[in-house]
């Protein structure tokens, strides 16, 4: 069975070394009771949580799944007690109005709760996060007699969330949505139809569960101009136990997050409430799909942490052979595997890829932070900057991080050997769950046309990476004289003016030839990803280089001199593909087009 720890240490070094989040919190008009003490508790408390109550379910809720009865989900043995504990706890408000029911304290400390809890086990983690997400979009763009009716109990975990986008028909094409909504005389809405994939569609944790819904109404537009937004509750407020026309139709079969309940959800005449303008419902509805996607992007480092966790254990007590470089353990009769480079390789990929992709998160988590403040002070043009800030980060998040998770995954099935391979170690138990999250809220090939069509070329044009990538040239003429980081320092100059090189290149070709941004746009997303983390662990390393320089990290030596000889990994041994990347996104997308769709065949006779 595989166990798990809660990273504090390195959690601790980010917010405080790295980020200085005691400062940014003291600059949130939400952040006055952040203290470091509160979040110290925030942090210890949680992990308890994490590493006692909801860690062990993972492989048991695994194991059983969840079941249907009788038009009723429930969840593995187990997870209706723990999610008590959690909603005892006050978790599921953390980061939420306190006069909606929350405790008011920033976004981020929200995130950091999620991390943890998507660590300890992902399947459990996903129904108080979409919850969150549910929140999110009520809060945006609620009433306040909806904020009243639906956040209270949403904010008290007593009631979950959900978003019910996709349909048989139709999955990233939302143009395609067919769900109906027809108004009625009290201001209502009936709401037909059937959405798929619905994560957390029915469960026995909450006495209600409030679905987002995407829906149309008759006279409204064709595509996407034509789509509204809906609160649809499974049972309506005051009448908790009768039927609303929602039920769960079926519970899809499929490769992992077992014990997440991923639903057919049927609307039958469901009574529902407009959220937002009409026909302006996939708008309101990005609030719920950023969010989403963020925690996504949190998947990839919370496997890519289990999986490195597991595996590093392993090797250390795994004897195998003798290193190339001689005997290293003498006492016995082969040498742990931890002593052979390749299994050394391994290892420090998914420690770079959990370490870096939290350095990644966690920055982001403040933009996050900043856009809220942007919302309490109605501060439009505020909110509007910062939320820019955010929609250039999220594709690159939710793309690389979950690519780079699954692949940390895969490696810790790979150190384990055959014994990665069974179910005994929870290794492949990982790797299976990790698939999924570059496949739901937007593939990453969804991710990368975001970032390289909209973000990039049409909506900044070219504008967000200069700011990015100054960063890096800040950085890089910052240090180049010091012997540690000057290796970092002129990677980072070389990776700036090539990244702006390449988005400028792409520019000026899509403009003659617009399948160039389709076929470019993947390699440009890794890229994109490569390059963001080679400056967050540039970062990682200054810091622990100045503490070491300083002589007040003794107590931490190990720490901070493992930081940068990770960092240094990274730089020669994982940087070195976005060169490959580079190389590959320029090239013209005539080979991707020469065979046409009615010469592809696996029938050659």
């Known amino acids: 069975m595989s166990s798990f720890k809660v990273p504090l240490r390195d959690m601790r070094f980010l917010l405080n070394e790295v980020f200085d989040y005691e400062k940014h919190y003291q600059s949130l008009p939400n952040g006055e009771d952040a203290t470091p003490d509160m979040v110290e508790a925030i942090l210890t408390e949680c992990a308890r949580l994490s590493e006692n109550t909801i860690a062990p379910l993972y492989q048991s809720g695994d194991e059983e799944g969840c079941r249907l009865e009788d038009g009723k989900v429930f969840t593995p043995k187990g997870f209706k007690e723990a999610y008590d504990e959690f909603v005892a706890g006050g978790w599921q408000g953390l980061s939420h109005p306190v006069e909606y029911g929350g405790q008011g304290l920033p976004m981020s400390l929200g995130m950091f709760k999620q991390e943890m809890l998507g660590t300890a086990n992902w399947s459990f983690s996903m129904y108080p996060g979409l919850g969150i997400g549910a929140m999110n979009t009520i809060l945006m763009h609620g009433t306040e007699e909806q904020k009243q009716t639906y956040l209270v109990p949403l904010s008290s975990g007593e009631w979950a969330g959900t978003m019910c986008l996709t349909e048989p028909q139709c999955g990233t094409d939302l143009g395609q949505v067919k769900t109906r909504a027809v108004p009625q005389e009290d201001g209502s809405y009936k709401i037909t139809g059937t959405k798929i994939f619905i994560s957390s569609g029915d469960h026995d944790l909450t006495e209600n569960i409030v679905h987002i819904v995407l829906a149309r109404l008759p006279d409204a537009p064709k595509g996407t101009r034509g789509i509204s937004l809906f609160i649809v509750p499974k049972h309506l407020p005051g009448k908790i136990g009768e039927d609303n026309g ?17 639903c057919v959800m049927n609307f039958d005449d469901a009574v529902g409430y407009l959220i937002g303008p009409e026909n302006k419902g996939l708008e309101c509805m990005f609030t719920f ?62 420690k770079a890829v959990a370490e870096g992709g939290r350095a990644m998160l966690y920055y982001t988590a403040k933009q996050a932070d900043n856009m809220v403040t942007g919302i309490l002070e109605n501060d439009e043009k505020k909110r509007q900057y910062w939320d820019d800030q955010l929609g250039f980060l999220t594709p690159i998040l939710k793309g690389f991080l979950t ?6 995954a895969n490696l810790g099935m ?19 769950d990790a698939r999924i999250s570059t496949l739901y809220e937007g593939t990453t090939g969804i991710q990368a046309l975001d970032l390289l069509g909209r973000k990039v070329l049409l909506m900044t044009r070219g504008k967000c990476v200069r700011e990015f990538s100054q960063k890096l040239v800040d950085f890089g003429t910052r240090n180049m004289t010091n012997p540690t980081l000057r290796p970092f320092a002129w990677q980072l100059l070389k990776i700036a003016a090539q990244w702006n090189y390449l988005t400028t290149r792409l520019m000026i070709t899509a403009a003659r030839n617009r399948e160039m941004v389709s076929s470019a746009s993947y390699d440009y997303l890794m890229y994109s ?77």
């Open 403 to 408: 690519e780079m998770g699954l692949e940390a």
């Open 529 to 605: 990803g490569f390059a963001m983390m080679a400056y967050f662990w540039a970062v990682m390393a200054a810091k622990a280089q100045e503490k070491l320089d300083k002589g007040d990290g003794e107590q931490s030596r190990e720490f901070y001199e493992t930081k940068i000889a990770t960092a240094e990994f990274y730089y020669e041994r994982l940087l070195p593909r976005a060169k490959g990347h580079a190389e590959a996104m320029l090239k013209p997308a005539k080979t991707l087009l020469k065979i046409k769709p009615e010469e592809f065949s696996f029938d050659y006779e």
């Open 414 to 432: 790979q150190v384990f050997g055959g014994h990665g391979y069974i179910s005994e170690h929870g290794m492949e138990q990982i790797a299976r």
């Open 246 to 262: 929602v039920s769960c139709g079926a519970l899809e079969k499929k490769m992992g997050i077992k014990a997440s309940a991923t």
């Open 289 to 350: 799909m950023n969010s989403a996607r963020i925690g996504t992007a949190m998947q990839g480092v919370c496997h890519a942490e289990r999986a490195f966790q597991g595996a590093l254990t392993y090797a250390k007590e795994r004897r195998s052979m003798r290193a190339l470089r001689g005997k290293q353990d003498p006492d016995h009769v082969a040498d742990s595997i931890i002593h052979h480079a390749d299994v050394r390789r391994m290892l420090l990929t998914q």
